[in-house]
């Protein structure tokens, strides 16, 4: 699993977005050869529905917190936002931003003394292909809230986070999958709008 670190979203040029290295249905072989089987049991990975809600752990700090996740929806974009995002619009080419809206509630655990690592584990597919991650670009989404402004998350808390994957314009099916370090991840399945 590819966790993002915190400084790279903060590094992330205002102007132009950073494309992460792993290019849709490119990069690693193991991303889209050995996409994760759902399993049934919830409380393991697995599939679930729209509105279901995962539960699961992520160390902040030297915490782990317990998490209730919920995929909320993937929002499609346009081409031309995607030439907005990237350096060179030619390695978008027929590329559009997929933005995954995530809600966390902190469960269990201390409060966060600093940015929550919760969404680095968020990841978009689209037709059994992992997307691109596109590094800052939906902090600004409406209804997406800033992970790096969140300060003191304790329990009872939620917050809505959420990650820009390009994905082809052409894409039929969207997942979004979530997992613990080393765990199988949630899938939660979208029709492409």
Not at 8 to 13: H, I
Not at 93 to 120: C, F, Q, W
């Amino acid at each position: 699993m590819l966790y993002r670190k915190t400084a790279l979203r903060v590094a992330a040029p205002v102007a132009v977005l950073a494309l992460a290295l792993t290019a849709c249905g490119g990069g690693d072989k193991k991303d889209s050869a050995d996409k994760p089987k759902a399993k049934s049991s919830p409380e393991s990975g697995g599939e679930l529905g729209t509105g279901e809600s995962a539960t699961g752990k992520v160390k902040e700090g030297d915490t782990p917190v317990t998490y209730e996740i919920t995929a909320q929806k993937v929002e499609l974009g346009t081409e031309a936002e995607t030439k907005k995002m990237v350096a060179d619009p030619k390695e978008a080419k027929g590329l559009v931003p997929a933005i995954a809206y995530v809600k966390y509630t902190h469960k269990s655990g201390a409060a966060l003394a600093e940015t929550p690592d919760a969404n680095d584990a968020t990841t978009v597919w689209a037709d059994g292909k992992r997307g691109t991650l596109v590094i800052g670009a939906a902090d600004d989404a409406p209804g997406c809230e800033d992970a790096s402004s969140i300060e003191g998350w304790k329990q009872g808390q939620t917050h809505v986070l959420c990650d820009t994957y390009l994905v082809p314009k052409d894409a039929k099916d969207l997942e979004i999958h979530w997992s613990e370090e080393d765990g199988e991840p949630f899938i939660w399945k979208f029709a492409a709008k």
